[in-house]
Every structure is written in structure tokens, then in C-alpha cells.
């Protein structure tokens, strides 16, 4: 997939990396972590979220999703096994604001799946 956005814009930058020590000097205006961080490991939900907060800007929107449940656990989709986990809304929430972001909108947005969508915007705390 990095390949293909590469050829497709040849002009922007990409980054393949473990987000759980992946580190950067950068400022960004914009963070899309879609259905991606509630892979990481459970112990690792809190610390990641926080760092994605350091690396914006101020004025710098967040857009992710997580679980909405506590802990973590196996599933099946396609044939294969995934791992699930999650700190909860009320963690996500926590971290966001214990890090200058301000929740600005948070929805289940595939009722009945535990699927939560949050965009947040770093004020200049």
C-alpha cells in the first residue's frame, strides 16, 4: 500500500514504522490513525496516543479510532486471527485531555461493533 501512495503521489512524504518507538522531531497539522492503533499491544494504547499528540501542532487535528471496551482479545475476520485491544472511551478521553487536545467529536460509528471514532485538536496549551 505505501508503495502504490508513493507512485500515486510522488510528492508527499511516507513512513512505514512501529509506531511504539517510532520517534520524530516533526510538527504535523494532521494525524490519521484509522483502525490501526487498537492492533498495538494493550500496555501500549496510552503511551501511543500520547506521543501522536506530541507530533501535532498546535491547532492540529487528530483523527482515530479504537474500541469501545477494556482489554484486549482475539478475533477472527477473513480467516484470520487479529488482536484487539483498548484502553476505553473514558481512557482515550483522559489521555487527550491530559495532553492539550480537545475532544471535538466521538461517535460509535458502527453500532453494534464496538467501533469508536474520535477527532480531537490540540489547543495551545
Not at 507512485?7 to 518507538?21: L, R, T, V
Not at 492539550?100 to 489547543?123: C, G, R, S, W, Y
Request: with cysteine; hydrophobic share 35%.
Amino acid at each position: 500500500m505505501i508503495d502504490l501512495a508513493r507512485q500515486a503521489h510522488p510528492g508527499c512524504n511516507f513512513y512505514c514504522e512501529d509506531i511504539c518507538h517510532w520517534q520524530t522531531s516533526k510538527q504535523y497539522d494532521f494525524i490519521l490513525a484509522w483502525d490501526s492503533l487498537f492492533h498495538l499491544p494493550l500496555d501500549q494504547q496510552a503511551s501511543v496516543l500520547k506521543k501522536l499528540t506530541s507530533f501535532l501542532k498546535s491547532g492540529g487535528v487528530l483523527f482515530y479510532t479504537f474500541g469501545d471496551d477494556e482489554g484486549d482479545h482475539y478475533d477472527r475476520w477473513r480467516d484470520d486471527d487479529f488482536y484487539y485491544s483498548s484502553v476505553g472511551i473514558n481512557k482515550n478521553l483522559e489521555v487527550l485531555l491530559e495532553n492539550n487536545m480537545l475532544p471535538k467529536h466521538l461517535e460509535l460509528d458502527q453500532f453494534p461493533e464496538k467501533h469508536v471514532m474520535m477527532i480531537a485538536i490540540k489547543t495551545g496549551g
